[in-house]
């Protein structure tokens, strides 16, 4: 049956730089938009489509979506930089600095959100370079690791007053663990490392 070929058909494979650049903007945004909305779907409860019909609860799920943005931009730039880093060799600072490049050309893809302002975009940018400058002070980590340092901060940015989710921090941060383990496997199964490594090192 057709169908069953399409379930069969694989994605395109990620080994140049605009493949890799889309691969990691639709991961960025689907790892932290997904546990925003499932976490305020359950948080809510009965009345989760009474609430997301709320004028003020949406800016406050748009304004979440786009400060938590550039974390997910860093877990999953960190995810593919160590998957590069044993092919690159001896290349390997200068083709993190290209892949940093790469990423950053991804933020800037976006206006800056009337939700945010200029300036605290502008910060955001900054962190996200200085957070995937420093992922070479460290050997690669395991995809369920690479979280932990943003865990905190993505879960303080859920929509949610503090006193109904105090208790909901473990769920959160693994949530953010198990997604980003499938999107290494997809990753695993899709990315070319030299092709990437040849263009990151072209790129300079």
């Given at each position: 049956?057709?169908?069953?070929?399409?379930?069969?058909?694989?994605?395109?494979?990620?080994?140049?730089?605009?493949?890799?650049?889309?691969?990691?903007?639709?991961?960025?945004?689907?790892?932290?938009?997904?546990?925003?909305?499932?976490?305020?779907?359950?948080?809510?409860?009965?009345?989760?489509?009474?609430?997301?019909?709320?004028?003020v609860f949406?800016?406050?799920?748009?304004?979440?979506?786009?400060?938590?943005?550039?974390?997910?931009?860093?877990?999953?730039?960190?995810?593919?930089?160590?998957?590069?880093?044993?092919?690159?060799?001896?290349?390997?600072?200068?083709?993190?600095?290209?892949?940093?490049?790469?990423?950053?050309?991804?933020?800037?893809?976006?206006?800056?959100?009337?939700?945010?302002?200029?300036?605290?975009?502008?910060?955001?940018?900054?962190?996200?370079?200085?957070?995937?400058?420093?992922?070479?002070?460290?050997?690669?980590?395991?995809?369920?690791?690479?979280?932990?340092?943003?865990?905190?901060?993505?879960?303080?940015?859920?929509?949610?007053?503090?006193?109904?989710?105090?208790?909901?921090?473990?769920?959160?941060?693994?949530?953010?663990?198990?997604?980003?383990?499938?999107?290494?496997?997809?990753?695993?199964e899709r990315?070319?490392?030299?092709?990437?490594?040849?263009?990151l090192r072209?790129?300079?």
């Amino acid at each position: 049956m057709p169908w069953l070929d399409l379930l069969r058909r694989r994605r395109p494979p990620i080994g140049d730089l605009a493949a890799l650049s889309t691969f990691v903007d639709e991961q960025a945004a689907f790892l932290v938009q997904k546990g925003i909305y499932e976490y305020a779907r359950a948080r809510a409860g009965h009345y989760a489509k009474v609430l997301f019909a709320e004028q003020v609860f949406i800016n406050l799920v748009e304004k979440s979506r786009w400060q938590a943005y550039p974390l997910g931009l860093a877990m999953v730039g960190e995810l593919v930089e160590g998957m590069l880093r044993p092919t690159a060799g001896e290349d390997w600072h200068a083709v993190l600095d290209n892949l940093i490049g790469v990423v950053l050309s991804v933020f800037d893809r976006y206006p800056v959100p009337a939700v945010i302002g200029r300036d605290d975009w502008q910060a955001a940018r900054e962190d996200l370079a200085q957070r995937l400058k420093a992922v070479s002070l460290h050997p690669p980590k395991l995809a369920k690791d690479i979280p932990e340092p943003f865990a905190e901060r993505y879960f303080a940015l859920m929509p949610i007053h503090e006193r109904l989710r105090d208790r909901d921090f473990p769920t959160i941060r693994n949530y953010l663990k198990v997604t980003l383990c499938n999107i290494h496997d997809e990753l695993s199964e899709r990315i070319d490392v030299r092709g990437l490594v040849a263009a990151l090192r072209r790129r300079g």
